[in-house]
């Protein structure tokens, strides 16, 4: 017989029980987590969010109490009143908060039973994504999910409290706004009241936060969701979370401070990690050292460009890559000469789902260097690229030859790969790095044009601005990424103000005004009418938790993710609707095989 809660209310969490309540009487209520009759006494684990407490249900109190709590099964909900005593010596539980301790039922109320499970409600359980996804409830039980989403309640608690201090306005930006293509496709949401016409959902507050400074509202955050309607990754979500914030006056050292603020309070309460001086990196520097603009810092195996040399030597596939404008590097994997040919053979191939066309090496050993293209170079060449590499009997080489995006793909992604094979990367380090100066656009070479590397919004270098029209592609962007561990965790730029310098950068990527106007329209509007100097960055709150947890899935940290195909297995989202619904909106749903 199920009982109701009725007059019961709880006086302690389950994991809060202490000293200072040895001898109470106290009222606890959750599921039941173990169970255990030795001899007549009955012994369960009782666990709330907080953690868990031994209740012991005793003949010496009440047998009728004993025969009640023999019925009970995992995950049964139910409350307890009892006296708290300290454990017999000898039988504390160091691996609980509350192990010293014990409640002596002398009520028990059972409020709801459970089916059998589908798997344990606890860490480290080997159960597939798919069935926890699907059972989702029962995954936010166990104690490592459930202080994921408590973290991030804490989380989201510190950006407050900084933002607040800063002087910030917490504005929430609309869900349902306009269609403005910035890149990945927008979820479309039609309309009823206006047949034909859709609302967008955003994909950033961008636009919004930039209209609230020509607003005067001077400094806005958010937590904000946002909406991508693009092919996912292994670990993006159609909809996810970011920090926003938006600056009036300012220059980039001014964001920057309220984002290093925000996350060394974040690493100091929440971890109890102390973030010292960040340093800068200009994105030519990251490129050139590490072939990506998020480097991981944590361990070396910096990359080293020896195009120069390439140029001049007889090693047909560098030379002519050198001659076409392309360049080569390399790097040294330190003690890798014992890598065999087999190894070798996997690392080329890694290369080539990057675009690489093959992987030369060269290995340093005793009696000298081992690799089929040593003898195209003269002795002096070689003891260059030696030196260079800071070569030592035992290392082994890597070379690509191609265009630089390619080869820096390419390298950044083997060098990531070698640090891990030879466990080279200090998980415990928290290095975090800021990387400034970025192209202002990037050559789109299947449609032959140019495009912005972040948005069109963001505002170039004031002494390159005159290079808008002549040179793009030497033009700088006044915008900055922070980077942690390898990971980019935060982006964002100032932003232009000026009507004459967005019609240039319009006129850069190929926009018309009639499509400037019919796609940004409403803020193009607003910047005629006194837009202050501006600027602002977004944090990806999921990303950052994530990392900070130790979690590899942003979905952990997730209450209710989609799956890596957009799905929600919880509640079968995305699902079909009624016909007369879509009648409502003036849809018809094409079958595959019309759609073809």
Not at 76 to 94: D, I
Not at 392 to 410: H, M, R, S, T, Y
Not at 436 to 452: C, G, I, K, L, Q
């Amino acid at each position: 017989m199920l009982e109701h809660l009725g007059s019961f209310k709880r006086t302690h969490y389950c994991g809060e029980i202490s000293e200072k309540d040895l001898g109470k009487d106290v009222k606890v209520a959750g599921w039941v987590d173990t169970t255990r009759d030795h001899g007549g006494v009955v012994f369960i684990d009782l666990r709330d969010r907080t953690g868990k407490v031994q209740v012991v249900f005793s003949p010496e109190i009440s047998k009728e109490l004993v025969e009640k709590a023999k019925k009970l099964r995992h995950e049964y909900v139910v409350a307890v009143e009892g006296e708290v005593r300290r454990r017999p010596e000898g039988t504390e539980n160091p691996k609980l908060k509350t192990g010293n301790y014990e409640i002596y039922a002398k009520k028990l109320q059972i409020l709801n039973r459970s089916l059998p499970l589908p798997f344990p409600i606890e860490d480290n359980v080997k159960v597939s994504e798919e069935v926890r996804l699907k059972y989702r409830f029962l995954d936010l039980r166990r104690p490592k999910m459930a202080e994921n989403l408590l973290f991030r309640h804490r989380l989201y608690r510190v950006v407050r409290e900084v933002f607040n201090e800063e002087g910030f306005v917490e504005v929430e930006t609309p869900y349902l706004t306009k269609s403005t293509p910035e890149g990945a496709r927008d979820f479309l949401v039609p309309s009823r009241i206006y047949p034909g016409k859709f609302y967008a959902l955003p994909q950033s507050p961008q636009l919004f936060k930039q209209i609230l400074m020509v607003a005067g509202i001077d400094r806005y955050y958010q937590i904000a969701r946002c909406f991508r309607d693009e092919d996912l990754r292994a670990d993006r979500q159609p909809e996810f979370t970011q920090i926003d914030f938006e600056m009036s006056f300012v220059a980039e050292r001014d964001v920057m401070a309220v984002a290093e603020k925000f996350i060394r309070r974040a690493y100091k309460e929440l971890l109890g990690i102390e973030i010292g001086e960040i340093p800068v990196m200009t994105y030519d520097e990251a490129m050139s050292r590490f072939g990506t603009d998020r480097p991981d810092t944590r361990f070396g195996l910096e990359l080293k460009e020896i195009t120069d040399i390439a140029k001049q030597c007889n090693f047909k596939v560098f030379r002519s890559v050198a001659e076409k404008g392309g360049i080569v590097k390399a790097l040294n994997f330190k003690g890798g000469a014992k890598l065999s040919r087999k190894e070798i053979d996997e690392l080329t191939k890694f290369v080539g789902v990057y675009g690489a066309k093959g992987l030369a090496w060269i290995k340093v050993l005793p009696d000298g260097l081992q690799s089929p293209i040593v003898k195209f170079f003269t002795e002096g060449e070689m003891n260059e690229i030696l030196k260079r590499l800071e070569a030592e009997v035992g290392d082994i080489l890597f070379f690509v030859a191609d265009k630089p995006e390619v080869v820096n793909a390419a390298l950044a992604n083997l060098r990531l790969k070698l640090g891990k094979m030879a466990n080279l990367i200090d998980e415990s380090k928290v290095n975090i790095l800021w990387v400034v100066d970025f192209p202002m656009f990037e050559w789109n070479e299947e449609e032959e044009r140019w495009e912005a590397l972040h948005h069109p919004f963001t505002s170039p270098k004031e002494e390159d601005i005159e290079k808008l029209l002549e040179n793009p592609g030497a033009v700088r962007a006044r915008a900055y990424d922070m980077v942690l561990n390898g990971v980019e965790i935060g982006g964002g730029s100032i932003r232009i103000h000026r009507e004459d310098v967005q019609e240039k950068v319009f006129k850069v990527i190929g926009l018309s005004e009639e499509e400037a106007k019919e796609r940004f329209g409403f803020l193009l509007e607003a910047l005629k009418y006194g837009a202050p100097p501006h600027g602002g960055m977004a944090f990806g709150l999921d990303r950052l938790c994530a990392i900070m947890r130790g979690e590899e899935s942003i979905r952990d940290v997730i209450a209710f993710p989609k799956t890596q195909r957009g799905q929600c297995l919880l509640t079968g989202a995305p699902d079909t609707v009624r016909e007369e619904q879509l009648d409502e909106l003036h849809i018809e749903v094409k079958t595959k095989e019309e759609g073809d």
